[in-house]
C-alpha cells in the first residue's frame, strides 16, 4: 500500500553488493530486482521471488521497461544511471520516476522526475526504509514548500496549461507569486511555512489570514496561478508566468434518447462546456437517472473518460427543485428533471452553473442545439446541465494508516511506520505525538493536530479525509492497537457503516508502553503479564477495580497505563491497596517515566513503597509476581515457578 503510487516498480542491480541491498526493498516494495544473467547464480541464494534476470544489455532492457513502469530504483553509479536513462526521457510530466542507491545504503538520490512522477517522495519512503539520507535537490523542497506542479495532487485536481517552468522558477527565487482560488479545498493553505512567496486574492481585497505579502500594486507580482473550474486563455505577449489547476468540482448532468451514441454525448458536453469557458479537466464525473446505467454511449464515455457515472432513482430525482421542470419526461421516467436535477443532487448544490441545453445528431453527424423544426432521421437526443460542488471529487480511493509510535524516539519506530507517516496525504494525532515525529513529516502534507481529549474528533476527522479520497496517517503513541487510535477509528467506522473495504486500512504495530518500560529496567515481563488502564474516562472504575483484583489475585506481572492525571489522583492509591493484599510489601516495582525520551525517568522500587515516587499520565509502572526480583538495578522474573529455566515448548 505504501509504494501502490509507483507501481509497477523495478529495481535494477548489476553487482551482487547491489543485488543483496536492494533485495529487502523490493521486498517491502513489491518491486522486481533485475540482475544480469550472469549475476544470477551469485544471487540465487537470496530469499526472493521478485528476482528477475534479464539478457543482452542493460541499456536494451531498461528501454522495454520504460514506458511501462511509474518507477526504478537503481544501485548503480549515478553517471552510470545518466547515461542509460538519457535517451529515453521524453517530458517531466511523463517520465517515471529514478532513484538512486548507493551501494553502501547511505543516500537515497531523486535523479529524475522529482516533482511530477514522484522520484523526491519515493527517495524518502526508500531513504525510511533502508536508514539512509534522501538527496533531493529541488528548490521548492529547501523552501519547505510543496511543488507548483504537484500540490494539487492530493485533492484530484487536473493540471491545465500554463508556464510551470516559470511559475515554479518565481517560487524557487522567493518572488511574489499571486494565487487566484476560486474552487476546491484550501487545506494546502493552512500548511505553508511562515514565510511563503503566495498571495491569496487580489490587491484590492483584503489580505486573508494565510497571506503575508501586501503589493503595493499588480506589478509586484512575477507569476500568478489559478485554481478554478474556468478555463483561462493566456495571453503569449504577457511577461508574468501563468498556470492553472481545476480542481474537479463539476458535474454534469446527463439525459438522453435511448441508443445515443457516445460521439453525441461526449460532442454535447465539450461544446457546453467550451461555450461557458470550463475546463473538461473541472469536470467530476456524470449524473443521470437510474434507467440509463446500462446506456451503452454512455458507459462507454464514463470508462474512457475515467469519469465515474452517478446514477439515481426518479423518486429521489422528483425532490429536486429544478429551473426546467418538463412534464412531457415525466410522463414518460417518472421525474420533472433528469440532467438539471441529477447534477444538482450529486452536486449537493441548489443552483445551476449551466441550465439545460438540449443537442441533436442529424443524419449527417451534425451537432445541433435546440432546433426550431422537427429534424429528420436524427441520430439521437442528448441534455446537458453542470452544477458546481464545493467539495471536489479526487477521484481516489482513501486509506487510513494507523501508526504506532513507539516510546517516543525515531529510531524505536519501525520502518514500515515511519514510512508510513512519510506517505500520508495527512497526518492526524496529538499534538505531542506530532512534535515527536515532526523529522518525517515533509512539505505539502496536512498535518492537524488536537489535544489529547479528542481522540474521537481525531477518529472522525480521519475518516472523513479518508473517505475523501485522502491517504491519512492516524498516529499513537506506543502501539496503535494497544490503548491507541486504532479502536476508536474501527468503532467510527462501524456506526457509520463501513463495508469493511472502502476506505481502505492498515495498521504499523509499535512498541508499547509496557515494552519500552521493561526494556528500560530489564525483564520483568518473562512471565504472564496483563496491562490494565486506570483510566476511568471510558471504563467503569468498577471494572477496573475487578480486572486489578483479578490480576492481583492470579499472580500476573501487571502494567498499569494512565496511573495518575493532574484531577484523578486516587486511583492508583487504591490499586496499590488491592494488590497489597496479595502480594508482599517488598514485591519489586519499576515506574519509568517518559522511556526513551529525553525527560526519562526510572525507578526501581517496591510495592509498598510505590507512592514515594512522582507518578504522572506519561509514567508507565510495572508490578512483579511473587517470583520477580531485583539484581542491581535491574527487575527480573524468572520464566518459571519450578526452579530451573526452560525452554519454550
Known sequence: MIFQDFQPL???????????????????AGANLWVPESLLNSVLTLPTTSLQAYAGSLKDHLAKLWNTHQGFIFCLATGAVVRLIAPLLEHKSRDPAVVVVNESGQFAISLCSGHQGGADQLARLIALQIGATPILTGASTELGLPGVDVLGVPFGWTR?????????????????????????????????????????????????????????????????????????????????????????????GIGCERGTSRQLIEAAIRQV???NHLAEGAIAGIATIDLKADEVGLVELCRDRHWPLCIFPANILSTVTVPNPSAVVEAEVGTPSV??????????????LVAKQIFYFDSEDKLIQNPKSKIQNRQGAVTVAIAQSKLEYTGRTGQLLLIGTGPGQLEQ???????????ADAVIGYSLYIDLISPLLHPGQIVEALPITQERQRAQRAIALAQWGLTVAVVSSG???????????????????WDGQTPGIQMFPGITALQAASARVGAPLMHDFCAISLSDLLTPWEVIEKRLTAAAQAD??????????????????????IFLKYRQPNTPVAIVRSAYRQDEEITITTLEKLLNTPIDMVTTVLIGNQSTRTYSDWMITPRGYLGFDADSE
Open 339 to 352: 440532467a438539471e436535477a441529477a447534477a444538482l443532487f450529486v452536486a449537493q448544490c441548489k443552483t445551476l
Open 479 to 497: 502501539d496503535c492497537g494497544i490503548y491507541g487510535m486504532a479502536g476508536l477509528v474501527m468503532e467510527e467506522l462501524q456506526a457509520q457503516g
Open 413 to 423: 519506530m519501525t520502518p514500515a511506520a515511519q514510512t508510513a507517516v512519510a506517505c
Open 273 to 275: 462546456i467550451t461555450a
Open 160 to 252: 491545465g496549461e500554463g508556464d510551470w517552468t516559470g511559475v515554479s522558477a518565481a517560487v524557487a527565487r522567493g518572488e511574489l507569486v499571486q494565487v487566484i482560488q476560486e474552487a476546491g479545498s484550501t487545506l494546502w493553505q493552512s500548511h505553508l511555512p511562515e514565510k511563503h512567496p503566495f498571495y491569496f486574492g487580489f490587491p484590492e481585497y483584503p489580505a486573508t489570514e494565510s497571506s503575508n505579502k501586501q503589493p503595493e500594486n499588480p506589478k509586484s507580482f512575477k507569476a500568478r496561478i489559478w485554481i478554478s473550474p474556468t478555463q483561462r486563455r493566456f495571453s503569449p505577449e504577457s511577461d508574468l508566468a501563468k498556470v492553472q489547476w481545476h480542481p474537479r468540482v463539476l458535474w454534469v
Open 556 to 577: 500476573f506481572v501487571t502494567a498499569l497505563y494512565n496511573p495518575r492525571s493532574q484531577t484523578r489522583t486516587q486511583q492508583i492509591v487504591i490499586a496499590q491497596q
Open 10 to 28: 523495478a529495481a535494477i542491480a548489476t553487482t551482487p553488493t547491489g543485488a543483496k541491498r536492494l533485495l529487502p526493498l523490493t521486498q517491502a
